[in-house]
């Protein structure tokens, strides 16, 4: 992912400056002092391996890219210290260093509560100068500092993000339910009065109102619901080619949704409503964000194990704008509204749709780049 350098030598996450941001920064910066490194990073994973912060501090930050992030990533996390010249040195880490690191310190600090894990790794350049146990035994102490702060930032992160979120909620809530109201209004009028076919137009924009009030209604509920870990999915053997079909004419796709699919049922045990809402909420998003380009969503299913599993795969894509890379890691975040601020979004529907698939076994991701489009992808086990 591509970073951003300031004049300070620091590198992070284009559009940083939230709270987490700064409370990493500030942790990196005294676990530098403390062992007078020259080069530090610091990245935060969460429980399930993605990386939510980056930062870089010192010489050759410019030259650091954000570390990948993806499910198991966890693991290859650990104590590591090594100097140049030492057997295997240069292959023993897969975190990105300066050309100039001639010694490299990197530390696990397991965040409080199982919320995952801040990375924290220091490099020096100049020779003789290997990092030591004692040093590693230092920085090993701020783990109870650097979970309290990175926890007590993303705490006002969130009152923060909840807070537009209620005001842009109202909004959403607002636009609705005003056109439906008016356009209550309009069919008390006697039948001479309205023409039939302004008639019929104002039942079917009546009835995409109200299909957008309910989608943003059950957004709210379902992160409400899954953000306290309770509620239940209700769960029958469903053809998901039939259900892409119906979330299409539902977000009122029209004729710019295409389906495409094998002849076959592609079926797999889920909630029905949910999966259809996760589909909805794809499409809708992709009618909103490419305006005037085609849709389209694709099903597919494998027919052999991928480990002890078989999976169908949804796929909705669009020949939109795309997504800047600096905002691909907050897609998925609860309130996160990327892209123009015109268009209308509560921020959950995303969020939402990651997690009722995670509650059915399942995983969500997008590939976007700018000027070419955007992917949004699940995957559901077939068994």
């Not at 910066?29 to 080069?39: G, H, K, N, P, S």
């Not at 499910?71 to 290859?76: A, I, Q």
């Not at 057997?87 to 010694?103: F, H, I, K, R, Y």
């Not at 909004?171 to 009065?193: C, Q």
Request: net charge negative; aromatic share 4%.
């Amino acid at each position: 992912m591509p970073e951003i350098a300031d004049d300070a030598g620091v590198t992070e996450t284009q559009g940083g400056g939230t709270e987490p941001e700064r409370a990493v920064r500030a942790v990196l910066q005294r676990a530098m002092d403390l062992v007078e490194a020259d080069f530090g990073a610091l990245a935060v994973f969460s429980s399930t391996g993605d990386v939510q912060d980056f930062v870089a501090l010192g010489t050759g930050a410019a030259e650091i890219t954000r570390p990948p992030g993806e499910p198991g990533s966890l693991s290859t996390i650990r104590l590591l210290r090594w100097s140049r010249g030492d057997e295997g040195a240069n292959n023993t880490s897969a975190m990105p260093v300066p050309a100039a690191a001639n010694s490299f310190l990197g530390v696990p600090l397991p965040l409080a509560q199982g919320a995952g894990v801040l990375y924290l790794y220091l490099t020096r350049s100049g020779r003789d100068s290997s990092f030591t146990e004692g040093d590693a035994e230092v920085l090993s102490g701020l783990t109870t500092l650097a979970s309290l702060a990175v926890r007590h930032a993303r705490l006002l992160e969130a009152e923060r993000l909840r807070g537009d979120a209620i005001s842009v909620f109202v909004h959403e809530l607002r636009s609705p339910l005003t056109v439906i109201s008016g356009i209550a209004d309009l069919l008390k009028r006697p039948d001479n009065e309205i023409a039939g076919d302004l008639r019929a137009e104002l039942v079917e924009i009546l009835g995409r109102e109200s299909s957008r009030l309910r989608r943003l209604v059950s957004n709210v509920l379902d992160t409400e619901t899954l953000r306290r870990n309770f509620g239940s999915i209700e769960v029958a053997r469903c053809d998901l080619v039939e259900l892409a079909g119906e979330a299409a004419l539902d977000a009122g796709g029209g004729g710019r949704v295409a389906v495409a699919a094998p002849e076959e049922p592609v079926t797999a045990p889920v909630d029905r409503d949910k999966i259809k809402q996760v589909l909805v909420n794809l499409v809708s998003n992709a009618l909103k964000f490419a305006p005037g380009a085609p849709i389209e969503v694709s099903v597919s299913a494998e027919e052999a194990l991928t480990g002890a599993q078989r999976w169908a795969e949804v796929t909705v894509e669009d020949f939109g704008p795309g997504i800047a890379a600096h905002d691909l890691p907050k897609l998925f975040h609860m309130f996160a509204r990327v892209g123009p601020r015109d268009k209308p979004g509560s921020g959950l529907g995303l969020y939402a749709s990651k997690a009722i698939i995670e509650r059915h076994g399942g995983q969500m991701w997008v590939d976007s780049e700018p000027g070419r489009g955007s992917r949004f992808s699940f995957r559901l086990p077939r068994d």
